[in-house]
């Protein structure tokens, strides 16, 4: 297994430990247990880093693969799932804590699927759908949006609704794109 595929699999288990960091206080209240001072205070902190993390090797994996050459089937399969389950997660939690609204969580995991679902439509064509850059502005715009309201810094509410407002924009704006250059694809092929 080589080094992109190792950070995609380190990225997907970083998301449990992400996840129960973010739901720490919450956790030790149903276990009945008083959660270590350091830890009450500052586990969104730790939430935080392990999503930043998470989102670096991403990067990371991507840029590996594309400059040694190292893009696997494993990889063009595995990479974009990651991505999905690290932020779905992330906006899943942050509906259960009250920072986001589930009507947009909505729109943007369902943005997901109907990708999902168009590329193995395509893909059962013989066609490669690759990322655009618009779905790569919208995977940047969602990770600081998710960034930003793990941190939950009052000061920052005014950037955050405009952040969150970008990524849903953008969360649109891609899945158009990709419908429209990629309308071809939904035809019935003989």
């Not at 995991?109 to 990322?131: P, T, Y």
Request: positive net charge; glycine residues 6%.
């Amino acid at each position: 297994m080589n080094l992109p595929n190792k950070l995609t699999i380190l990225r997907m288990m970083m998301i449990p430990f992400f996840v129960v960091f973010l739901f720490f206080s919450e956790i030790a209240a149903g276990l009945g247990v008083k959660p270590p001072t350091g830890l009450a205070l500052y586990h969104d902190y730790i939430a935080l880093g392990i999503f930043i993390i998470a989102s670096l090797t991403d990067l990371l994996d991507g840029m590996i693969a594309r400059k040694y050459n190292l893009v696997t089937n494993f990889g063009k399969f595995m990479d974009p799932l990651a991505d999905k389950l690290l932020v779905c997660s992330a906006l899943i939690c942050l509906i259960e804590l009250g920072r986001i609204g589930s009507w947009m969580v909505i729109i943007i995991i369902a943005r997901e699927f109907i990708i999902s679902g168009f590329r193995l439509v395509a893909a059962d064509n013989g066609v490669v759908i690759a990322a655009s850059y618009w779905g790569k502005f919208k995977t940047t715009f969602q990770m600081a949006m998710v960034c930003l309201m793990i941190a939950n810094i009052e000061a920052l509410t005014v950037v955050t609704t405009v952040v969150s407002w970008i990524a849903l924009l953008l969360t649109v704006v891609s899945l158009v794109d990709y419908l429209v250059k990629n309308r071809g694809v939904m035809k019935d092929h003989k």
